[in-house]
């Protein structure tokens, strides 16, 4: 069976502080990992990953993905109150998505 | 750009009511799904589909049908409502399966 396992389910960190957030799968004909971010109302994207090894980054964000440990990571790094959110991770199969079921992250000033 | 939408954001049902709520992207995408969202259980697939007159269940397809008559439209029915299925749907949609999702905003269903 499908699955993507989260963790931690939930963190409290201070404001700076950097926090890493982890995904595993087990996904049929993987084809991507996919990261997204959802605050009140829909998860809005982040990054998708298909090559093992190579890290993508979009500002204070980063994350990569390790095909060998079915395995990725989510950095924020400086983190802020605008990062308190819930994050989602997905595997990606043919075509059937498997969503993690989120790590909230919760930001103090 | 409209991106995904999907109406009605809210509703409220008594058991054995029947529904549909509708989902129209306007990005030409291919790929169409449907997901509920329940507390602690992510997000789950329901039905998907990868073209007009396609489409095959996800991880949770029963008491919902789905249909992809056009591009553009995904709607998902609600035959007889159960209190069980009161949770939050989201519609995605890509430009090929296992790309980038974009999501709607949501619909909140209450199952009475």
């Known amino acids: 069976e499908d699955k993507v396992v989260q963790s931690p389910l939930s963190l409290v960190v201070h404001e700076g502080d950097t926090v890493t957030l982890n995904c595993s799968y087990e996904?049929?004909?993987?084809?991507?990992l996919l990261w997204y971010k959802q605050e009140k109302k829909a998860p809005t994207f982040l990054f998708m990953l298909?090559?093992?090894?190579i890290e993508k980054k979009s500002g204070r964000l980063s994350s990569i993905l390790d095909k060998k440990e079915l395995s990725s990571i989510l950095n924020i790094t400086a983190t802020q109150t605008g990062d308190s959110a819930i994050y989602l991770c997905?595997?990606?199969?043919?075509?059937?998505?498997?969503f993690g079921t989120g790590t909230r992250l919760k930001v103090l000033a | 750009n409209a991106g995904v939408t999907q109406t009605p954001k809210f509703q409220v049902l008594k058991t054995g009511q029947s529904m549909t709520l509708q989902c129209a992207q306007d990005?030409?995408?291919?790929?169409m799904s449907w997901y509920r969202q329940d507390p602690g259980m992510g997000l789950r697939l329901i039905h998907y589909?990868?073209?007009?007159?396609?489409?095959d269940q996800g991880e949770v397809p029963n008491g919902y049908n789905v249909s992809r008559s056009t591009t553009e439209d995904f709607p998902l029915r609600l035959l007889s409502a159960a209190p069980s299925q009161t949770s939050v749907y989201f519609c995605a949609s890509s430009i090929r399966a296992n790309g980038e999702l974009f999501f709607g905003e949501g619909s909140r269903l209450t199952v009475l």
């Open positions: 298909t090559s093992s090894g």
């Open positions: 990005m030409n995408h291919e790929y």
């Open positions: 997905a595997g990606a199969g043919t075509y059937k998505y498997i």
């Open positions: 996904v049929t004909n993987f084809r991507s």
């Open positions: 589909s990868v073209g007009a007159g396609i489409t």
